[in-house]
Nanobody, 129 residues
Framework: QLQLVESGGALVQPGGSLRLSCVVS????????MGWFRQAPGKEREGVAC????????????HYADSVKGRFHISRDNAKNTVYLQMNSLEPGDTATYYC??????????????????WGSGTLVIVPS
């Protein structure tokens, strides 16, 4: 059974850091691009970051939303079936439920969600103002 399970969400003060994890099962992580998305209360879901499969040269240049560039870092550990999102210098605007998702292919198409075919249930990050 294919699953994506996020964890690591918490309440963190502005300027703090947090690392989210997405443990996958039921498929070979190395074959797929993976993305992180978020949805804030009352807003549409938006792309945060995407990393291509390790076999792709594109994995050396992950994609990030402009709002998180320089603060967030996506990585993957295929041996642990896990994708990470390191979040630094957190701001109240980062408050959202964060989701990881699998792309149908091996190469990211920006941080768009149209190619994503499986999703986790999300983990909540709160950065109070």
């Amino acid at each position: 059974q294919l699953q994506l399970v996020e964890s690591g969400g918490a309440l963190v003060q502005p300027g703090g850091s947090l690392r989210l994890s997405c443990v996958v099962s039921g498929f070979t992580l190395d074959y797929y691009a993976m993305g992180w998305f978020r949805q804030a209360p009352g807003k549409e879901r938006e792309g945060v970051a995407c990393i291509s499969s390790s076999s792709s040269s594109s994995s050396r240049t992950p994609h990030y939303a402009d709002s998180v560039k320089g603060r967030f870092h996506i990585s993957r550990d295929n041996a642990k079936n896990t994708v990470y999102l390191q979040m630094n210098s957190l701001e109240p605007g980062d408050t959202a439920t964060y989701y990881c998702a699998r792309d149908q292919g091996s190469v990211c198409q920006g941080v768009e969600e149209y190619g994503m075919d499986y999703w986790g249930s999300g983990t909540l990050v709160i950065v109070p103002s």
